[in-house]
């Protein structure tokens, strides 16, 4: 099993940047591909990035292709994920998952996750 934490979310205006990390628990991470996904209210979960666990494959979703770069530590045991140019419509709370070996877009397919991070752009 791993266990995840989120962190670096907060209040950014339209335009910034920040950088979210996730740390994991155990000494398999990795075995694992991580991924990101945000939740707005009153919206489904969605994917926004993932990294396969050897770090040589990454995808995104087409609305934060250009601005969002996920990247993974492994003597860290740290995912990140760097935003910039961030919008009012990134604001959501954003989740850190995982799953072993191969990267994947879809929620139901990472059985571990993170309790969140809120990031809130204003305009």
């Known amino acids: 099993q791993v266990q995840l934490v989120e962190s670096g979310g907060g209040l950014v205006q339209a335009g910034g940047s920040l950088r979210l990390s996730c740390a994991a628990s155990?000494?398999?991470?990795?075995?694992?591909?991580m991924g990101w996904f945000r939740q707005a209210p009153g919206k489904e979960r969605e994917f926004v990035a993932a990294?396969?666990?050897?770090?040589?494959?990454?995808i995104s979703a087409d609305s934060v292709k250009g601005r969002f770069t996920i990247s993974r530590d492994n003597a860290k045991n740290t995912v990140y994920l760097r935003m910039n140019s961030l919008k009012p419509e990134d604001t959501a709370v954003y989740y850190c998952?995982?799953?072993?070996?191969?990267?994947?877009?879809?929620?139901?397919?990472?059985?571990?996750w993170g309790q969140g991070t809120q990031v809130t752009v204003s305009s």
């Open positions: 990294i396969s666990w050897t770090g040589s494959a990454t």
């Open positions: 155990g000494r398999t991470f990795t075995s694992y591909a």
């Open positions: 998952a995982a799953r072993l070996r191969h990267l994947a877009v879809v929620a139901d397919e990472y059985p571990y």
